[in-house]
């Protein structure tokens, strides 16, 4: 059972940037970020699959928001600029090890292991 950990959220003032992190306990086959504001339910942020490393983002973080990972599939990062006050969540790391039923980055159900989460909190 692959078991997931974020770290990296924080406080930071709107323009700002941060950088997110996650570490698998095992060997992956793809990797998301969600969030979810208080009272709203848990959002796509973005995903990647590390075959050919494709990569997708919610409309509302392109441009601003990058994913990445290291060539070991373990380890996951979101790199955040520009950040606005409605960015403001608690942020998710997602797994899928190899041979799980994946769907679409987009789908929670893609994904068989979630972090604890990690409070990102933006300023106006």
């Known amino acids: 059972q692959v078991q997931v950990v974020e770290s990296g959220g924080g406080l930071v003032q709107a323009g700002g940037s941060l950088r997110l992190s996650c570490a698998a306990s095992g060997r992956t086959y793809a990797m998301g970020w969600f969030r979810q504001a208080p009272g709203k339910e848990r959002e796509f942020v973005a995903g990647i699959k590390w075959t050919l490393n494709s990569v997708w983002y919610a409309d509302s973080v392109k441009g601003r928001f990058t994913i990445s990972g290291d060539n070991d599939k373990t380890t996951l990062y979101l790199q955040m600029n520009s950040l606005r006050p409605e960015d403001t969540a608690v942020y998710y790391c997602?797994?899928?090890?190899?041979?799980?039923?994946?769907?679409?980055?987009?789908?929670?159900?893609?994904?068989?292991?979630w972090g604890r989460g990690t409070q990102v909190t933006v300023s106006s």
């Open positions: 997602a797994a899928t090890r190899v041979g799980y039923d994946y769907r679409t980055p987009q789908t929670p159900l893609s994904y068989n292991a």
